[in-house]
C-alpha cells in the first residue's frame, strides 16, 4: 500500500516562498509520477503541478507557472513543491497524490489513487 505524507505548509505572507515535501513509502518511489493538488474552501480540487516518474513530463497549472517548481528525489523517497511569490489566492489544502496506473493527462484528481491528508497553505498578511 502506497502512502503519502505531507509536510511544510504553514502560514506566509503575500510575496513570500514555502516548501512542501510528499513523502512515499511502500513502493519504490521512481515507478510512480506525483502530483500536487489544492482544495481551496468552497472550491474543487485542482491540479497545481505534477511530474513523471522519469522527470521527463512537468506539469503546472497556468496559474502557477513561473512562481512555483516541482522535482522529485527518488534515493529519498520524497517529491517536493518549491512555491514562490506567494498570492492570497494560494490559500488552500495542498495534497500529493500517485496513481495506481498512469492515466493520460496526467494531472487530473480523479486519475489519481494514492492521496496523502494534506497541509494547509495559508497566504496572508
Known amino acids: 500500500q502506497v502512502q503519502l505524507v505531507e509536510s511544510g505548509g504553514g502560514l506566509v505572507q503575500p510575496g513570500g516562498s514555502l516548501r512542501l515535501s510528499c513523502a512515499v513509502s511502500?513502493?519504490?518511489?521512481?515507478?510512480?509520477?506525483i502530483g500536487w493538488f489544492r482544495q481551496a474552501p468552497g472550491k474543487e480540487r485542482e491540479g497545481v503541478s505534477c511530474?513523471?516518474?522519469?522527470?521527463?513530463?512537468?506539469y503546472y497549472a497556468d496559474s502557477v507557472k513561473g512562481r512555483f517548481t516541482i522535482s522529485r528525489d527518488n534515493a529519498k523517497n520524497t517529491v517536493y513543491l518549491e512555491m514562490n511569490s506567494l498570492k492570497p489566492e494560494d490559500t488552500a489544502v495542498y495534497y500529493c497524490?500517485?496513481?495506481?496506473?498512469?492515466?493520460?493527462?496526467?494531472?487530473?484528481?480523479?486519475?489519481?489513487?494514492?492521496w496523502g491528508k494534506g497541509t494547509l497553505v495559508t497566504v496572508s498578511s
Open positions: 497524490a500517485a496513481p495506481f496506473v498512469t492515466v493520460q493527462p496526467m494531472c487530473v484528481p480523479s486519475h489519481m489513487d494514492y
Open positions: 511530474i513523471s516518474s522519469s522527470e521527463v513530463i512537468t
Open positions: 511502500g513502493a519504490p518511489l521512481d515507478v510512480y509520477p
